[in-house]
């Protein structure tokens, strides 16, 4: 049982009425219990292997001096007959979870395996048997990656006849890098590696050197810088449509950057911005620092919804746009201060994660009607779903829980008693959680005033989790370019993800047009211009 829950039980005077918060807080408890079960059954287990391995024997074989303190038991229990009941019930026979059929686009190589001619005479009669069928399995074979060279030949044409020597050579194709080595498909595996499975480049090129090919870390991190040149009018072109949403979630974290000038790293950031369904692209900005100026920057003219945290930087941004750029909070932001503040006051931050969960119900209960009417003759957008529904039932709960948030930092009741508990502090845990949200209501309820806004900015969260994995493997950049470049294949390899496209083949094939593209036409290779260029032929109906 939680400690902290033992020690402060409920006061029946401070819960609330209403029915479906109560349940929703009975539902909150038995989630809080247990994920404190699973946390002790953890704590107790490593606690034993601490234990063990402090105490105990380094070999996980049985002390034979304990087991002759069951020596007798051991002995009672062989010599004493067997309790097996006669007619045991036979165990039903274990159902299968099947197995997945491979795709039918791998590549396959059939192996035939015939009966040897010799053996295809009947052992009866002795004629020849006769083909009534085939029995076929499939296996999964893997063939390491190739790297391969590409040799260019040019011909050289001159003519004998002319005395100047005219001599003509077919012109030779642009490539990714000028007078470079890489190819675009080398590029980008190199860049997918790195910045969508997050192999860092020391260990691509020890698996580059396993295949007989010394590339070291630092060319490349060259080719990086190359390909991350070439792609920026991309990038560029996709934040000019992000700066067109009527909606952008926006969110930060912090990357180590070595820094020539100090004996340790110091902290960059990257930026996610991600647009509405209408301009569905996620790109990134770095900035040396966390200061106001990079989103500033960013955002320039823009104007619409920005959908963020609390961070204090945007307030100027907010204010300096004279209402053109609207604040929109994250209540999932705002439901984890309420979480943190449990072991100071269970009671109450209950309470508050109980009205939050009601909200989010409303959210489920939207998804799930849209999805259930989606192909019918009356079907709505998901935004007038929720907008319905948000009205309807999400209005009143967030009325009810900005009134018993009031009454916690007033320390009266409705009916204008002290509760018995005393009023929240100002500074302690549940009072920031609760001084954060009063302090951004506005920002926090514009959700329900518009079916498009989501209740939270957990999207932008998500377009963060890769640079968290990489940065662990990868430890940090070399450098602030190292930043930028990171900024800019984040953006191709996210936006391409988004697309639901294979990031490595759209990059191949945008590192090897993109030299000769022409710029009044570098939208056709924008990832939902390419998907649709690449989409496959619907099949002819007959």
């Not at 699973?38 to 304990?66: N, P, V, Y």
């Not at 070399?478 to 993800?497: E, F, P, Q, R």
């Not at 290779?525 to 109906?541: G, S």
Request: proline share 8%.
């Amino acid at each position: 049982m939680d400690v902290s829950l033992a020690n402060k039980p409920l006061d029946p005077a401070q819960l609330p009425d209403d029915a479906s918060v109560l349940k929703s807080l009975i539902a909150q408890l038995l989630e809080a219990l247990a994920s404190k079960t699973r946390q002790i059954d953890q704590l107790t287990h490593r606690l034993q292997q601490l234990l063990r391995a402090r105490f105990g024997q380094s070999s996980e074989k049985i002390d034979s001096a304990q087991m002759l303190l069951f020596a007798q038991q051991i002995l009672a229990q062989a010599q004493a007959p067997s309790a097996v009941p006669a007619e045991a019930p036979v165990p039903a026979p274990r159902q299968g979870h099947g197995r997945k059929k491979l795709p039918r686009n791998l590549p396959r190589k059939t192996v035939t395996i015939d009966v040897p001619p010799e053996d295809r005479k009947c052992k009866g009669c002795g004629k020849e048997m006769t083909k009534i069928g085939q029995e076929t399995s499939e296996q999964i074979e893997y063939v390491p990656a190739s790297v391969y060279v590409i040799e260019t030949v040019r011909p050289k044409y001159a003519c004998k006849h002319c005395p100047d020597g005219t001599v003509v050579t077919a012109d030779k194709p642009r490539q990714p890098i000028e007078k470079g080595l890489p190819g675009p498909g080398i590029l980008a595996h190199v860049a997918v590696s790195k910045f969508c499975d997050h192999i860092p480049l020391n260990r691509q090129s020890g698996m580059f050197r396993r295949q007989g090919l010394d590339l070291p870390p630092s060319t490349l991190g060259g080719w990086m810088g190359s390909a991350a040149k070439l792609a920026q009018p991309m990038v560029d072109l996709m934040i000019q449509r992000v700066l067109t949403s009527e909606i952008i979630h926006t969110d930060d974290t912090p990357v180590p950057v070595l820094d020539k000038n100090l004996d340790s790293t110091r902290l960059g950031r990257l930026w996610t911005y991600r647009g509405d369904d209408l301009n569905p692209f996620t790109v990134y900005d770095y900035t040396p620092s966390r200061a106001r100026d990079g989103p500033a920057e960013f955002l320039g003219d823009y104007q619409g919804y920005l959908q963020a945290d609390a961070y204090g930087g945007y307030d100027g941004i907010y204010l300096g746009s004279a209402g053109k750029i609207i604040e929109v909070l994250c209540w999932a932001h705002a439901r984890r201060k309420f979480f943190d503040a449990q072991d100071s006051d269970t009671a109450r931050a209950m309470v508050a994660m109980a009205y939050i969960r009601l909200l989010y119900k409303v959210e489920r209960e939207a998804k799930e009607l849209f999805e259930k009417q989606a192909d019918g003759p009356d079907a709505r957008s998901l935004s007038a779903i929720r907008l319905e529904l948000r009205q309807r039932d999400s209005l009143p709960v967030l009325e009810e829980f900005e009134t018993w948030m009031r009454q916690q930092t007033s320390g009266v009741a409705a009916d204008g008693s002290p509760l018995p508990v005393g009023p929240v502090l100002p500074k302690s845990p549940l009072g920031t959680a609760i001084n954060y949200c009063l302090g951004n209501w506005k920002a926090l309820v514009r959700y329900a005033q518009d079916g498009k806004l989501d209740i939270d900015n957990n999207a932008s969260e998500r377009d963060l989790r890769p640079i968290a994995t990489g940065r662990r493997n990868y430890t940090f950049f070399g450098s602030d370019n190292g930043g930028h470049t990171a900024a800019v294949l984040y953006s191709l390899i996210a936006s391409a993800k988004r697309h639901g496209l294979d990031p490595f083949v759209y990059l191949r094939d945008v590192l090897a047009r993109i030299s000769d593209h022409p710029s009044n036409k570098l939208h056709e290779l924008l990832p939902d211009h390419w998907k649709l260029a690449h989409a496959a032929p619907a099949p002819e109906q007959v």
